[in-house]
Structures are given as C-alpha cells and as structure tokens.
C-alpha cells in the first residue's frame, strides 16, 4: 500500500503543478469507417462515426458523454486512446500527440491510459484465473514481478471490494457485478492517471449500478484519476460528471458543466433528451420534447446541420450550414445556429 500511495501523491503533485493544462485534448478528432466496396477495392460509400470533435479533459475531472444508441461515443473514447487510427484529427496526452508515437513510446505510454468495457462478461478471458488477468499488465510494463505480483493483485482485489481468495477462481463463477469491478482492478493494476470508462454500468442491475459508480468515485478521490465516462443512462451521468458533452451524428452538439447542462438544456437536442429521462415524483408535470422521425443513417448524413430533420425549431439556413461549436456567452459551447452568434 505505500507504494500506492507514493503513486498518488506523485499524481497528484503534477495535477497540482499544472492546473490549467488538460491530460487529453482533441483537435479536430474525424473517423470514417468505409462500406460497400467496388469492383476495384474502393469504397462506395463511409460511415462517419466521429466527425471533428474538439475538447480538453482537465486532471481529475469526469467528462460525462451522452447520446443515442450509434452516435460515436465508443468510438470517440477508443480514438481517444488509439486503439482506433483516426482518418484525421489529432490527440494529445499531457502535450504528446498520440499519432506520432513509434509503437515502442505507444506501449509505454499506454499503461497510463486504460479502459474499463462495457460488458464484463465478454471482456475477461475466460480461460485465465483473475489473479493473472489483474497480473498481466504488472509482468508485460515490469511494474513487478514474482510475489510483488501477487501482493499487488491482493491489493487491488481490497481496493474494488472482491475478496482475496477470488485470486484463484475464473470470470464464470463471478456475477455481472463482480466481474466489473474485476474488470477495474485490472485496469487500475498498471497504475493509469486516465481511464475511458465505457458504459460500465449499462449491463448491470440498477442496484449494481449504484455500487460501481460510488466505487469508481471513490477510486478517483483516492488515486487522483480522470475520467471520459461514457453512458446512456443521463441520471448517471448526472451524478458521476463533472462536465457533459451531448454527442449526435458523430458530433459534439453541446459541452457544459453538469448543473449548467441539467438545469438549462441549450440544445434542441439536448432539451428532448432530457424530457424523456423518468421523474420519480408521480405528481411532478414535465413537457415532453418528442421528436419526429428515426435518426439517420451515419452514412447518409443530412447536409447543413445534422439535426436539422428532426428539430422543431430548425430554419431555413440549418439545411444549408453546419453550426460550429461555439460559446453563446454562458460558459458553455453549442452547435446551434440558433443559440451563438
């Protein structure tokens, strides 16, 4: 444990010594997938995934990034970390552009960066004890080895509330829940400062739900680690996040603080999101925001912008312009021709 806690006093110094720098940044982040293949090889047609998306994550903070089913938020995260190449765009880790790192400085660099899947069931081998999937890491980036390994993996079994005898035991005799958190102590093992929490909680039940998040909060007050927590679930996202991004299309359509966003919606899209999250008071009156037609395909998308055939307040130059993400003068960035000047 004291080496744990040497680790994060020593994150915590560098948090401390640049509190304005942000531990990622996007410019201009773009991927597209190409479909439907000619005869010679060339791609007919592309789905954009992801599609210029800017933003900085500060050290320590949650980004919290929301939006339909197929809107690019798996893939923002897994570009975020280059398990995906970019067809362009750039990212950057504490000042170093990702997409000019040889292999070589990529390893080294990824034990800093790690993600925790959405299923926990798919996501663990099921041929390998737990104590050697935490363990793993520890031996390939020579964090340690021999009984340090196993004093390590005891370590972080306590840490995310699983008893030390799991050690010896498979995935398959673990419940949703458990495997999860098995799930964060191997990415916690090779000590990271960022973690891409990929909708870690979608497939639990509800009152699972509740344990994994307070358990990631308190992972992150004790190590000093930030977050792109990713999910569908706005009334989690609400409570984890320290800042939203709402993503449609492939697209950043608006950025602000958790109470900013929850309290005051700029967005048409946005504002019908949020009218479609449940009220646990049966008296409370809430005025839906219901929008017409499905959401287009990602290899077809709308000229002008994106969101403009299902808005109910779209104009004439929507079908025509593609909004920037721009400040409107309260803190917050917006895509919305309507709402920045």
Not at 71 to 87: N, P, Q, S, V
Not at 224 to 240: E, N, P, W
Request: some cysteine; overall charge positive; proline content about 7%.
């Amino acid at each position: 444990m004291q080496g744990t806690k040497s680790v994060v006093a020593g994150r915590r110094s560098m948090a401390e010594n640049t509190p304005d720098a942000p531990i990622i940044e996007t410019k201009g982040l773009t991927k597209h997938f190409p479909v439907n293949r000619g005869v010679w090889g060339k791609p007919t047609a592309q789905v954009r995934a992801v599609e210029a998306v800017s933003l900085q994550i500060l050290p320590g903070e949650t980004l919290g990034v929301v939006g339909e089913s197929g809107c690019g938020k798996t893939t923002l995260g897994r570009l975020i970390l280059r398990l995906l190449d970019a067809t362009s765009g750039e990212v950057y880790f504490r000042g170093r552009n990702l997409g000019e790192l040889e292999a070589r400085e990529l390893r080294n660099l990824r034990r800093r960066m790690q993600i925790v899947f959405q299923d926990p069931y798919s996501s663990l081998n099921p041929r390998m004890r737990v104590g050697t999937l935490i363990g793993e890491g520890l031996k390939v980036h020579r964090i340690a080895r021999g009984r340090e390994v196993a004093d390590r993996v005891e370590q972080l079994l306590t840490m995310v509330g699983l008893p030390v005898s799991a050690a010896a035991r498979f995935p398959h005799e673990f419940s949703g829940g458990q495997r999860q958190r098995i799930g964060i102590a191997r990415a916690l093992a090779v000590e990271p400062e960022f973690i891409v929490a990929d909708e870690p909680v979608s497939a639990l039940d509800v009152s699972v739900q509740a344990q994994i998040v307070n358990l990631l909060q308190d992972i992150q007050r004790d190590l000093g680690l930030t977050y792109l927590f990713i999910a569908h679930d706005l009334s989690v996202v609400r409570h984890i996040a320290d800042r939203v991004a709402v993503m449609y299309l492939g697209r950043v359509v608006e950025l602000a603080s958790r109470d900013q966003l929850f309290s005051s919606p700029s967005h048409p899209y946005t504002r019908a999101l949020l009218s479609a999250v449940p009220v646990p008071d049966p008296m409370a009156r809430r005025q839906r925001v219901v929008l017409t037609g499905d959401v287009p395909s990602p290899s077809r998308v709308p000229s002008g912008c994106p969101f403009h055939p299902r808005c109910p307040e779209a104009i004439d130059a929507c079908r025509r312009e593609v909004p920037e993400l721009a400040d409107p003068g309260d803190g917050r960035r917006v895509a919305c021709l309507l709402r920045t000047p």
